[in-house]
């Protein structure tokens, strides 16, 4: 299906994009719906390996909730919303595949919380990352004030969302939020070699490992052994595994079909 304001390129790497150039891929209550489906197809697609997140437009990613939409918004408009926008944001964060966010121009407060979500971060130069959120009384509601201190530490997330201090670039590739940094026009290149790179893996295997290493680092190291020998254990039976003890041992590269 097509949506109004993402578009989607489906493939063994599909990509993404918010689609709102015009208003800075502000999060619509459109936008968060369409985000949800694409998400969902692509979770059942079984020919689709891993995604990429981005947007159109040169200058942003995602500037967070679109409040011209909002303005106008009774208080229970404005649950309804939000109970929709917090299912958009879980679907990024729970998506169980490989996720990249390529971010492109200004990715704030819902825009840094989408980029958070995925799997890691992929940044233009002209990028700008931050959680402004308690400067409209708010506080960051995607999970930023979940993520961001597991990425980059409690002390530094507590800093930014306090303060709501925008970051460049390349400030967040020293903190460690994002993992390169790239100039603009090659931004998509570099994110699909990386996507490319990765989806020439077992797909169910991707899937396991991603599941094993986001639910294990929260749990206690026996826990989290155990886990991962379950996730293990889902890899070992299925058609992809079998495939690849065979294409190796006949020095070949293997065919995946992720199942």
Do not use: W
């Not at 947007?55 to 408009?77: I, P, Q, T, W």
């Not at 079998?242 to 293997?254: I, M, Q, S, T, Y």
């Amino acid at each position: 299906m097509d949506y109004e304001t993402i578009k989607l390129q489906r493939g063994p790497v599909a990509v993404i994009s918010f689609n709102r150039p015009q208003a800075m891929n502000a999060l619509s209550t459109q936008m968060a719906a369409d985000l949800l489906a694409a998400l969902e197809e692509l979770a059942l697609d079984d020919t689709v390996f891993a995604a990429v997140l981005t947007a159109e437009g040169e200058k942003a990613f995602c500037v967070g909730a679109d409040l011209k939409e909002r303005k106008n918004m009774s208080h229970v408009e404005m649950k309804k919303q939000r109970a929709l926008f917090v299912r958009a944001f879980t679907a990024v964060a729970m998506f169980p595949k490989p996720l990249v966010a390529a971010v492109n121009g200004y990715a704030l407060g819902g825009g840094t919380e989408f980029a958070l979500g995925c799997d890691f971060i992929i940044a233009a130069e002209n990028a700008v990352f931050g959680l402004p959120e308690v400067g409209l009384a708010i506080i960051p509601g995607g999970g930023g004030t979940q993520l961001l201190p597991r990425v980059i530490g409690r002390n530094k997330a507590k800093e930014l969302i306090f303060t709501g201090r925008r970051i460049t670039a390349a400030g967040a590739l020293e903190l460690g939020l994002v993992n390169y940094v790239v100039p603009a026009p090659d931004l998509m290149e570099r994110t699909m070699t990386l996507l490319r790179e990765i989806a020439k893996n077992g797909p169910v295997a991707l899937q396991q490992a991603k599941r094993a290493i986001n639910l294990g680092v929260e749990l206690d190291l026996h826990t989290a052994l155990a886990l991962e020998a379950e996730c293990y254990n889902v890899c070992l039976t299925t058609e992809d595994r079998d495939e690849g003890l065979k294409a190796f041992n006949e020095k070949r590269k293997p065919v995946y079909r992720g199942r």
